[in-house]
């Protein structure tokens, strides 16, 4: 069974940086699509951004150009580098993966994001 574990997260002001990370608790298996979701208190789960080896990342219309995420080459490793904050992007940050040989979508435990004044 693959885990995600994520670590970053926490509050910040409008304005401010954070970064996210995520990686598997294995590596027997090659992560095909990893990226990062988004579920705001009374919104359905969203997508923020995936990326996939030698690909353009895949970016939510609402964080372009202020998110990059970025997957480290040859590792089931992806970062979430979150610039410019705004309120509204407050929320919890799950991990996402898909792998080589698996079926099915994995998921982080989630980790909070609070953008406030």
């Known amino acids: 069974q693959v885990q995600l574990v994520e670590s970053g997260g926490g509050e910040v002001q409008p304005g401010g940086s954070l970064r996210l ?3 598997t608790s294995t590596s027997a298996f090659n992560a095909k699509t990893m990226g990062w979701y988004r579920e705001a208190p009374g919104k359905q789960r969203e997508l923020v951004a995936t990326v996939t080896p030698g690909g ?5 219309d609402s964080v372009r150009g202020r998110f990059t995420c970025s997957k480290v080459y040859g590792k089931n490793k992806v970062y979430l580098q979150m610039d410019s904050l705004k309120l509204e992007d407050t929320a919890v940050y799950y991990c996402y993966a898909k792998f080589h040989g698996l079926e099915g979508d994995y998921w982080g435990q989630g980790t909070q994001v609070t953008v406030a004044s």
């Open 21 to 23: 990370s995520c990686e």
């Open 56 to 60: 353009p990342g895949n970016y939510a």
